[in-house]
């Protein structure tokens, strides 16, 4: 039986420029996208939450959120995967969980709908990834979890705010 991290968590982008500003791939933070993405790293750090593995997709916008939580958090450290770049599913998040090896950490950086559908898929809850929001899951099985936290933007500042 292959074990997996012992928590998942999902950080989706911050908010970007429009759809029509370039193409997706390429599309950036905007300046309230790059704040609501250092905001997660300090958050994340004030609740005293460190990561194995750090993986986001290659999309600019993604890259640019993970680096920059990746500052707040002291993480210098991240790997881009294309499996986060689109369809990325329940399958794929524990493939790369599992690399991290047993009881680790490991936070994804990426894209709605795939991480509210991926934590539906291990809870059985319906969630609301909002841009910059974090979802943090403890496993409690091979494709079981349970929410351990669902944090929005307005939140992810007032924790950092605290540190």
């Known amino acids: 039986m292959q074990r997996v991290a012992q928590q998942l968590w999902f950080l989706r982008h911050g908010e970007a420029e429009p759809h029509d500003a370039r193409p997706d791939e390429d599309r950036r933070l905007t300046e309230r996208g790059e704040e609501q993405s250092r905001a997660a790293g300090r958050a994340l750090a004030a609740l005293d939450i460190s990561f194995q593995l750090v993986l986001s997709s290659p999309r600019v916008r993604a890259l640019d959120t993970a680096r920059l939580a990746c500052e707040g958090l002291g993480h210098e450290r991240m790997v881009i995967d294309?499996?986060?770049?689109?369809?990325?599913?329940?399958?794929?998040?524990?493939?790369?969980a599992a690399g991290?090896?047993?009881?680790?950490?490991?936070?994804?950086?990426?894209?709605?709908?795939?991480?509210?559908?991926?934590?539906?898929?291990?809870?059985?809850?319906?969630?609301?990834?909002?841009?910059?929001?974090?979802?943090?899951?403890?496993?409690?099985?091979?494709?079981?979890?349970?929410?351990?936290?669902?944090?929005?933007?307005?939140?992810?500042?007032?924790?950092?705010?605290?540190?």
């Open 100 to 163: 991290a090896g047993d009881d680790k950490r490991v936070l994804f950086v990426g894209h709605n709908p795939d991480f509210a559908q991926v934590v539906h898929d291990l809870t059985r809850g319906d969630v609301d990834m909002k841009k910059g929001g974090i979802a943090g899951l403890r496993m409690r099985g091979a494709r079981r979890g349970e929410l351990l936290v669902l944090l929005r933007p307005r939140e992810i500042s007032l924790i950092a705010a605290s540190r």
């Open 82 to 96: 294309e499996s986060l770049d689109a369809d990325f599913g329940v399958d794929d998040a524990l493939e790369l």
